[in-house]
């Protein structure tokens, strides 16, 4: 009975063995892609934050430019002639 006992412990060391052999090294390189996925995500954000800032400014330029537009539309033809 404790022989059999022994051999069933024995048996689960070794299946414990097999399965988590290869953990540390699957771990270090899921640590690596994780840094690495970090740090490409910080310098898509960055071009993220560029191109919000770019797509701003270009807003604000359009609608500078049609309220011009709409100001231009709204003068007498006499005052148009003058610019």
Do not use: N
């Not at 560029?50 to 709409?70: A, E, W």
């Amino acid at each position: 009975m404790l022989g059999a006992a022994a051999d069933i412990v024995a048996r689960a060391e070794q299946s414990t063995y097999r399965v988590l052999h290869g953990a540390p090294q699957a771990i270090s390189k899921g640590q690596i892609g994780v840094h690495g996925l970090k740090k490409r995500y910080q310098q898509l954000e960055f071009q993220l934050q560029r191109v919000q800032r770019v797509l701003m400014v270009l807003g604000f330029i359009q609608k500078t430019y049609q309220s011009r537009r709409r100001r231009r539309g709204k003068r007498s033809p006499a005052e148009r002639s003058q610019l």
